[in-house]
């Protein structure tokens, strides 16, 4: 059974993603921490909130994003007020219905509690690819896929 701080971690981390399925890049950031760091598919790394919020409006603007699918696989209390998530994510592109196996990730976050409930210090969003193993990527895909709830 999950503890309250675990069930409020996987909140965080589906709030992340949901924001960033409605493309909202303030309301991203919001979930950080003022100096919270985010680490993105390509390996960009943005420090702070700020810094968080600029980018992905650039992104939101110039790009047609796709939105995530997830199934979290762990949650893990490390410390008072601290705990990991670690998760798999795909991407359905627009207008389809299935998955982009080449956008394929392993995502980690750390949170913190504070006053103001838990926010996100780190969140690493890393390529899934499986080299030399494409039974691992084919089979990751088609779990994303059974997860993806019907619109």
Known sequence: MATTDEQAIRALHA?????????????????FTEGGQSVG????????????????R???????????????????????GVGMLRAVAGMVPPGKSDINPETNAIQSLIA????????????QNTPAQFHGRPEQAKALTEELQGARQPR
């Open 15 to 31: 709030q992340l993603l949901e924001r960033w399925n409605q493309r909202h890049a303030t309301g991203f950031a919001e979930l």
């Open 41 to 56: 598919f390509d390996g960009s790394q943005l420090d702070g909130r700020a810094a968080i919020a600029a980018e992905l």
């Open 58 to 80: 650039r992104i939101f603007t110039d790009h047609v994003t796709a939105a995530y699918v997830s199934i979290v696989r762990e949650v893990r209390l490390l410390g008072p």
């Open 112 to 123: 913190v509690r504070s006053g103001d409930g838990w926010q996100i210090a780190l969140f």
